[in-house]
């Protein structure tokens, strides 16, 4: 009998010291951790116990804290509005509570915590406490906070660039208005004196007049090109759609520049495919841009060059080329060739008037209709531009 | 003889269309807003009104508003502006106004071509 008791007692001293290594173990688990305070608070929440965490994030040594009610973790504010005890109750009734709130530290200072308290109970379901871990967020928070603020910087930002954008139209429209009516007058005065309703003119003054007449011309090309682009660019430009026979268009459009063509010597010829269909496009627009192309292939060409214009019917698209053989564009410059006031320097330039703006007009009123504009060039050699117009848009 | 009103508050601008249209079989009035034009128009009766939009006290919109209505059959409008686009236009061709044209795209010839094909003397 004594032999069975003491068996029964060194599996009870067994058992025992299994508990108290487990126990230690979870000692050690629970204080080990540096990131949380993980602590048990009675059931009325006073502190039972305290963790590394708990000290690292609020300050308070275990001695410092333990058998104190756990509002003081909590603002004024809070404590007033008796937030604690509502948590506890909280917890009481569901079985747990998550709140992200600021908590107060022992020196005073604030931060900002998720907190989870969770009511624990016997195996009879009484209340024995709650455990309570909570993580400091501030690190988190500010990153969230910094981060919604350079949001509504940058939103605030965009609506001043829009708003710039639209002042930079506004002005240019003005200022291209402005500036039509000077040059009107000019236009007009200079076209009376040549046409002789003056005094008749000696061919000196005629050769003035004329190069005079010439810079007007181009003054009001420019402000036009200006006009055009700045409505682009506000997005004022609406294009009215009808179908229109784009084989008839472009023969059209060579036949207007072949006076000017010949005069450079240059032929010009066009290879229509019989199956091109009428494509719905803006026939003002669309005219303009292909007069602008075709007037680019002539005029970056040499005397005798030759221009050719293809139009095909490529999988629903309407395939139009432009090719010459002049003096072509390099590598280098092909990227900016479509920039607004960009105009390239080429042995030809000099002598051609233009205000850089005709390549970006062209492909933005070409994107309008869903199509596409591409460049390949070999310098001294020639080049080919190529719109693509979808039939269906 | 045919008679023409041109409308035009820039003065240079506006005498020099007048010298021009005189060298043609047409007994040209000029006025400088349209509130002269209006004037004009209660006390002559043109075949042409060449006008322009953007001009003080009444402006080539509202000049159309007040004249429109009771115009003669004959007169046709002709807009003379260096606006291409925007509301001004949109609404003085709603009010009747026959073509606009834009004044920079004129020389003294277009401007005699213009008119002389308008009125059927071409």
């Known amino acids: 009998m004594i032999l069975s008791l003491s068996k029964s007692l060194t599996t009870l001293q067994q058992s025992h010291n299994k508990a108290l290594v487990e126990l230690e173990n979870y000692k050690l688990l629970v204080d080990s951790i540096e990131d949380y305070a993980i602590f048990l608070l009675d059931p009325n929440g006073i502190v039972m116990s305290w963790n590394k965490g708990a000290e690292r994030n609020k300050g308070y040594k275990s001695s410092e804290i333990i058998g104190k ?6 603002t004024q504010q809070d ?6 005890q509502k948590e506890l109750e909280i917890a009481q009734r569901i079985g747990r509570i998550e709140d992200e709130d600021w908590r107060v530290r022992k020196n005073g200072s604030r931060f900002w915590a998720n907190v989870i308290i969770t009511a624990l109970r016997n195996p009879s379901g009484e209340l024995v406490g709650f455990a309570k871990v909570t993580r400091n967020l501030t690190d988190r928070k500010r990153q969230e906070d910094e981060l919604r603020k350079a949001n509504m910087q940058l939103r605030k930002q965009q609506q001043e660039l829009q708003r710039l954008n639209d002042s930079k139209n506004e002005f240019i429209s003005l200022a291209s208005h ?6 009107t007058i000019t236009k007009q005065l200079l076209g009376v004196l040549l046409a002789g309703y003056s005094d008749k003119l000696t061919p000196a003054q005629t050769t003035f007049i004329q190069k005079a007449q010439s810079s007007n011309e181009r003054q009001i090309f420019i402000v036009n090109s200006l006009l055009e682009v700045a409505q682009l660019d506000a997005g004022k430009v609406v294009l009215h759609k009808t179908m229109a026979d784009l084989k008839k268009m472009v023969s059209d459009v060579i036949d207007e520049q072949s006076e000017i063509i010949h005069r450079r010597k240059q032929t010009v010829s066009l290879r229509a495919a019989a199956n091109v269909p009428k494509v719905a496009i803006d026939t003002k627009y669309f005219r303009m841009a292909i007069e602008n192309i075709i007037d680019n292939a002539s005029k970056y060409t040499h005397e005798s060059g030759t221009i050719k214009v293809s139009i095909k019917l490529v999988a629903g698209v309407v395939v139009i080329g432009i090719t010459d053989n002049g003096v072509g564009i390099a590598a280098a ?3 900016s060739l479509f920039k607004k006031f960009n105009r390239i320097p080429n042995e030809l330039s000099e002598h051609v008037s233009g205000s850089g703006l005709g390549l970006y007009w062209v492909r933005k009123v070409i994107e309008l209709h869903g199509g596409t504009i591409t460049v390949k060039s070999r310098p001294h050699r020639g080049t080919t531009f190529t719109i693509s117009v979808p039939v269906e848009s | 003889m045919r008679k023409i009103l041109v409308v035009e508050d820039e003065p240079v601008l506006r005498e020099t269309y007048e010298l021009i249209l005189s060298t043609q079989p047409f007994t040209v009035h000029t006025a400088e ?9 209660s006390q002559n009766e043109y075949d042409m009104i060449l006008l322009d939009l953007m001009m003080p006290i009444v402006n080539g919109v509202d000049f159309l508003k007040r004249f429109m209505p009771d115009a003669p059959d004959q007169t046709r409008v002709i807009i003379m502006s260096n606006l291409s686009a925007g509301a001004e236009l949109d609404a003085a061709m709603q009010l009747g106004a026959i073509q606009s044209v834009l004044k920079a795209s004129l020389g003294p010839k277009d401007l005699i071509a213009l008119v002389r094909y308008d009125l059927g003397t071409m």
């Open chain 1, 69 to 74: 009610h756990f509002s003081i973790f909590y």
């Open chain 1, 79 to 84: 404590v007033d509005a008796q937030k604690p």
């Open chain 1, 178 to 183: 402005q500036l039509r009516t000077p040059a």
């Open chain 1, 333 to 335: 410059d092909i990227d």
């Open chain 2, 33 to 41: 807003n349209g509130e002269v034009a209006l004037e004009k128009c």
